[in-house]
């Protein structure tokens, strides 16, 4: 029989009105749903509801205008419109702005007369924090926010989750002497606090400056870390510039403590300075910076240990400690030791501002003359232009506008040099100061180094320099420069020097090159030369070389700009009796030109 009617047309027509008839069932069913259910949620009491959550979390007044809407489907969701979060007292400022709120709600809690809102999500909300011209900041302390010593709530879930769309973050700060302030959009993320005893996290991201930044926070004990007590946290930055990270224990009184692992890194320094200026700076190298260390602060102490540092290609370890007395700058005091330091990519027009409103130059300014530094450094190779120094030991030292680098030792040609390098104190574009002494080094190696070409003096030996410059380092050229050299050779030799074919040419008394008495060199004992800088020339004070040949002595001075030579000159034969050749020296080194004494007194 079944199977009858299974075959049959009236089984087919049953079970189409059986499909209409569920589906007209489902249809009223879920238009009474959508009727029923408005009559139990309100949308007062949802507008209460958030308002005294907004109040909760803020500690100020809370005002949601317009009129609320309620969905149920695909799940049940209450949207509220503009809101304005404002601080309480007599004369309310404004802490905050939402275009638009949305919050989940349960249904079976909706039907107990409970309208308790979940996951909420702020849709363009701006947060001022602003310090007026008399200090003080206008948002004031939640309740929730116990202080240090009482007892934690425990039992209410005062956030949930909260999510941030399109956001906006500014800080204002009119008691400032400048101005400036902190504005951050585009703002997006979420902030998880289930409990006032359980963990809260936090991930937001944002453009700043054109560059994707995200930022995280993790702690499972926030409420003791807001009532300024220790506790475990975990913070990160990441953006392509810079990537920064910390993790350990901390707290957030009015003396900040931390003691953890920090990192720090960017992989470029130019990369960098463009992005924190906001225009391309190619005057700086294109090599990163990175930073591992254990950090831990004190009341007035910031100690950084197991100190890993990386400046470009250099890297360093040691230890770092700041200072931070009440009412005095900051105080670095440590030690750094160096693989390997090359300077050759740090050009000095790397210190020149960009602009004369440079915000980076202001607070380069700033750090120097507000910081005191005195950090001991040690390198096993240094790359200095044509310098190329080894086991280095030196110092660096900022004392208010007194900023120098003492090396107090270093390798150099085999020989042993140290020097100062000494910044005017009022300020780098007024110049320097540099001292340098080299000793028992082979300087036939400096001077090839330095590509110096003619006839110069070589051999083992003493070299002291001393110069300075007022004028600023990036635009400071030989003719600014003023100072004195002091040479002194033993056992050594003058190259391409004939010293017979000299003294015949001067014996003739006539005009001659220097390169005609080339195919040769002068051996001496000793050479002992003394020359003064200053107003654009170089004055050789003294120019004695003593060896079994004879005696050469010379004197005069070079102009920088022309580069031409004036000097007068001696030459005394080894054997007694004889008088002593007299010249003068002119032209241009190398190519200069000899003039006997005979020929300026009776010329032909």
């Given at each position: 029989?079944?199977?009858?009617?299974?075959?049959?047309?009236?089984?087919?027509?049953?079970?189409?009105?059986?499909?209409?008839?569920?589906?007209?069932?489902?249809?009223?069913?879920?238009?009474?749903?959508?009727?029923?259910?408005?009559?139990?949620?309100?949308?007062?009491?949802?507008?209460?509801?958030?308002?005294?959550?907004?109040?909760?979390?803020?500690?100020?007044?809370?005002?949601?205008?317009?009129?609320?809407?309620?969905?149920?489907?695909?799940?049940?969701?209450?949207?509220?419109?503009?809101?304005?979060?404002v601080s309480t007292g007599p004369e309310p400022l404004r802490l905050a702005e939402i275009g638009r709120i949305t919050a989940s709600f349960s249904l079976l809690s909706a039907l107990r007369g409970e309208q308790a809102l979940e996951e909420i999500t702020l849709v363009d909300p701006v947060i001022t924090l602003e310090r007026g011209a008399d200090g003080a900041v206008n948002w004031q302390k939640p309740d929730w926010l116990v202080p240090p010593g009482n007892a934690m709530p425990r039992d209410e879930a005062p956030f949930g989750d909260i999510t941030i769309e399109n956001g906006r973050f500014r800080v204002v700060d009119r008691l400032a002497a400048t101005g400036e302030g902190v504005d951050v959009a585009g703002i997006s993320g979420t902030l998880k606090w289930p409990s006032f005893g359980g963990r809260l996290s936090a991930q937001f991201a944002a453009v700043i400056g054109g560059e994707a930044v995200g930022w995280a926070f993790v702690c499972e004990e926030p409420l003791a870390l807001f009532?300024?007590?220790?506790?475990?946290?975990?913070?990160?930055?990441?953006?392509?510039?810079?990537?920064?990270?910390?993790?350990?224990?901390?707290?957030?009184?009015?003396?900040?403590?931390?003691?953890?692992?920090?990192?720090?890194?960017?992989?470029?320094?130019?990369?960098?300075?463009?992005?924190?200026?906001?225009?391309?700076?190619?005057?700086?190298?294109?090599?990163?910076?990175?930073?591992?260390?254990?950090?831990?602060?004190?009341?007035?102490?910031?100690?950084?240990?197991?100190?890993?540092?990386?400046?470009?290609?250099?890297?360093?370890?040691?230890?770092?400690?700041?200072?931070?007395?009440?009412?005095?700058?900051?105080?670095?005091?440590?030690?750094?030791?160096?693989?390997?330091?090359?300077?050759?990519?740090?050009?000095?027009?790397?210190?020149?501002?960009?602009?004369?409103?440079?915000?980076?130059?202001?607070?380069?300014?700033?750090?120097?003359?507000?910081?005191?530094?005195?950090?001991?450094?040690?390198?096993?190779?240094?790359?200095?232009?044509?310098?190329?120094?080894?086991?280095?030991?030196?110092?660096?030292?900022?004392?208010?506008?007194?900023?120098?680098?003492?090396?107090?030792?270093?390798?150099?040609?085999?020989?042993?040099?140290?020097?100062?390098?000494?910044?005017?104190?009022?300020?780098?574009?007024?110049?320097?100061?540099?001292?340098?002494?080299?000793?028992?080094?082979?300087?036939?190696?400096?001077?090839?180094?330095?590509?110096?070409?003619?006839?110069?003096?070589?051999?083992?030996?003493?070299?002291?320099?001393?110069?300075?410059?007022?004028?600023?380092?990036?635009?400071?050229?030989?003719?600014?420069?003023?100072?004195?050299?002091?040479?002194?050779?033993?056992?050594?030799?003058?190259?391409?020097?004939?010293?017979?074919?000299?003294?015949?040419?001067?014996?003739?008394?006539?005009?001659?090159?220097?390169?005609?008495?080339?195919?040769?060199?002068?051996?001496?004992?000793?050479?002992?030369?003394?020359?003064?800088?200053?107003?654009?020339?170089?004055?050789?004070?003294?120019?004695?070389?003593?060896?079994?040949?004879?005696?050469?002595?010379?004197?005069?001075?070079?102009?920088?700009?022309?580069?031409?030579?004036?000097?007068?000159?001696?030459?005394?034969?080894?054997?007694?009796?004889?008088?002593?050749?007299?010249?003068?020296?002119?032209?241009?080194?190398?190519?200069?030109?000899?003039?006997?004494?005979?020929?300026?007194?009776?010329?032909?």
């Open positions: 029989m079944f199977q009858i009617l299974r075959d049959s047309r009236l089984w087919a027509r049953l079970r189409r009105r059986h499909l209409v008839w569920s589906a007209a069932i489902g249809i009223a069913l879920a238009a009474a749903y959508n009727a029923a259910l408005p009559l139990v949620v309100s949308t007062t009491e949802a507008r209460a509801t958030m308002e005294r959550m907004l109040d909760d979390w803020s500690g100020g007044k809370s005002t949601i205008s317009g009129e609320p809407e309620v969905r149920f489907w695909p799940e049940p969701l209450v949207t509220l419109p503009a809101t304005t979060i009532a300024r007590r220790n506790a475990a946290l975990k913070t990160s930055l990441t953006s392509a510039p810079l990537t920064f990270s910390f993790e350990g224990t901390g707290n957030f009184s009015s003396q900040p403590f931390a003691s953890g692992h920090l990192q720090m890194s960017a992989p470029s320094l130019a990369a960098l300075a463009a992005w924190y200026r906001g225009a391309p700076d190619a005057e700086l190298p294109p090599g990163g910076f990175s930073i591992d260390t254990r950090v831990t602060t004190g009341e007035t102490a910031l100690k950084l240990e197991e100190l890993q540092l990386a400046i470009g290609e250099a890297t360093a370890t040691g230890v770092l400690d700041v200072q931070l007395p009440s009412g005095k700058g900051p105080r670095v005091e440590g030690t750094l030791a160096f693989d390997r330091i090359d300077l050759n990519g740090l050009p000095l027009a790397t210190l020149k501002p960009a602009q004369g409103d440079d915000r980076g130059w202001r607070m380069a300014q700033a750090l120097v003359g507000g910081w005191r530094l005195d950090v001991r450094l040690s390198s096993q190779e240094v790359l200095a232009g044509p310098l190329h120094l080894t086991d280095v030991a030196a110092g660096v030292m900022i004392d208010g506008s007194r900023v120098s680098l003492d090396i107090g030792d270093s390798t150099y040609a085999n020989g042993r040099l140290s020097g100062r390098a000494v910044l005017s104190e009022k300020g780098v574009g007024q110049g320097g100061k540099l001292q340098v002494n080299l000793k028992d080094a082979d300087f036939a190696a400096v001077l090839d180094s330095f590509g110096l070409k003619g006839p110069v003096p070589t051999g083992r030996g003493v070299l002291s320099v001393d110069l300075a410059t007022g004028r600023p380092l990036w635009e400071a050229g030989v003719a600014d420069v003023f100072g004195r050299v002091d040479y002194s050779l033993t056992n050594g030799r003058l190259a391409d020097f004939d010293v017979h074919a000299f003294t015949d040419l001067v014996r003739k008394g006539e005009f001659f090159s220097l390169s005609q008495a080339s195919d040769g060199t002068l051996e001496f004992q000793t050479a002992d030369i003394e020359a003064s800088f200053g107003g654009g020339t170089a004055r050789l004070d003294r120019a004695a070389f003593v060896g079994p040949a004879g005696n050469i002595s010379v004197t005069g001075v070079v102009p920088y700009r022309s580069g031409s030579l004036a000097l007068a000159g001696t030459l005394a034969a080894p054997e007694a009796g004889k008088e002593p050749l007299q010249f003068f020296i002119g032209g241009s080194w190398p190519n200069a030109v000899i003039s006997p004494l005979s020929v300026l007194l009776s010329p032909k």
